[in-house]
């Protein structure tokens, strides 16, 4: 029987075009995930749990599987391990033949290469642009001149939990952005 996965990052992206090509290659029975985590997937869960033996695990492309060399080997040498074969679609890999196998770990290698080099691009954008002045991450909650209320209200013996609510902030947020100035005294 042939079991199909397929995998979406985030929420606004589609599994038509990957759920299409698995039931043109006549799987028939898919599971999906919607999530960018490695570590928690309940559908590929779901179709390891459901394959048996004389199966074959159908994906659209490699990368809808995992996220490491080490990882798609591990669950693909966990798969033939219970008489499971694999298949990826767009990559022509078929781990029933041993010419597959060897494509498997060459493809493998080359999308966990593929992964890094869109990391150190990345990080080498986010160096330029903190080399350029640019600074990542969110905005503060706290300004400049809501820091400087905060501290005059509390200066002034204003409760924290009434000073944040007047500010907008959560009494978290209030005690992080004040910890940084000196010789504050918070009333709780």
Do not use: C
């Not at 400087?148 to 009494?171: C, F, I, Y």
Request: hydrophobic letters at 40%; glycine letters at 8%.
């Amino acid at each position: 029987m042939l079991v199909g996965y397929a995998r979406v990052s985030t929420g606004d992206q589609k599994l038509e075009l990957q759920l299409d090509a698995l039931r043109q290659a006549g799987v028939e029975k898919v599971f999906t995930d919607k999530v960018s985590s490695a570590k928690v997937r309940p559908g590929l869960d779901e179709a390891l749990a459901y394959v048996r033996e004389g199966d074959i695990l159908v994906v659209w492309k490699l990368d809808r599987l995992g996220r490491s060399v080490k990882g798609l080997i591990e669950l693909v040498e966990g798969l033939q391990k219970r008489g499971v074969q694999f298949r990826s679609l767009t990559d022509s890999i078929d781990t029933s033949t041993a010419a597959g196998r060897f494509f498997f770990h060459m493809m493998a290698a080359l999308a966990q290469m593929e992964r890094e080099l869109v990391r150190e691009r990345t990080n080498a954008g986010l160096a330029a642009a903190r080399a350029r002045g640019r600074k990542g991450g969110r905005k503060p909650k706290m300004s400049e001149s809501k820091l400087a209320a905060a501290k005059q209200l509390v200066d002034a013996g204003n409760p924290a939990t009434e000073v944040a609510t007047h500010l907008g902030v959560s009494r978290a947020t209030l005690y992080r952005s004040l910890s940084k100035l000196k010789d504050i005294t918070v009333i709780s």
